[in-house]
C-alpha cells in the first residue's frame, strides 16, 4: 500500500485545512487509517485514526473538537478536517496505514505504511 498525503499550505490561526491521504489500491480498505504529525524538534505524535470501516474514530486530545478524521472506500481516500487551527497545530502532518488493529493505534509503531508528510503552517 503506498499513501500520497495532500493539503497542506499556510493558514491563519482560527482558519482550516483539510488534508488528504490516497491510497494506491483497495487493500487500503481494509486497515484502518491514522494522521500523525510531528513539529520541529519534536517527535511524531499522534492525531486521529479512524476504524476500517469508519465505524469508530479516535483524537489526540489537543485536537479533539476541531479536527474531524474521514474515509471514503470507495475513493479510497482519507481526510483530516482542521478547524480552528493554532499556532501549536504547525507540523508536518503524515497519513498512515495499521493492519493490526481494526481501529487504529494510538502509536506509530503500530503502522507499517506512511505515506511521505504534507506541511501545515499556522500563522498568529
Known amino acids: 500500500v503506498q499513501l500520497q498525503a495532500s493539503g497542506g499550505g499556510l493558514v491563519q490561526a482560527g482558519g482550516s485545512l483539510r488534508l488528504s491521504c490516497a491510497a494506491s489500491d483497495r487493500t487500503y480498505n481494509y486497515y484502518a487509517m491514522g494522521w500523525f504529525r510531528q513539529a520541529p524538534g519534536k517527535e511524531r505524535e499522534f492525531v486521529a485514526a479512524i476504524s476500517w470501516n469508519g465505524g469508530s474514530t479516535k483524537y489526540a486530545d489537543s485536537v479533539k473538537g476541531r479536527f474531524t478524521i474521514s474515509r471514503d472506500n470507495a475513493k479510497i481516500t482519507v481526510a483530516l478536517q482542521m478547524n480552528q487551527l493554532k499556532p501549536e497545530d504547525t507540523a508536518v502532518y503524515y497519513c498512515?496505514?495499521?493492519?493490526?488493529?481494526?481501529?487504529?493505534?494510538?502509536?506509530?509503531?503500530?503502522?507499517?505504511?506512511w505515506g511521505q508528510g504534507t506541511l501545515v503552517t499556522v500563522s498568529s
Open positions: 498512515a496505514a495499521d493492519p493490526n488493529n481494526l481501529s487504529g493505534g494510538y502509536y506509530s509503531r503500530e503502522y507499517d505504511y
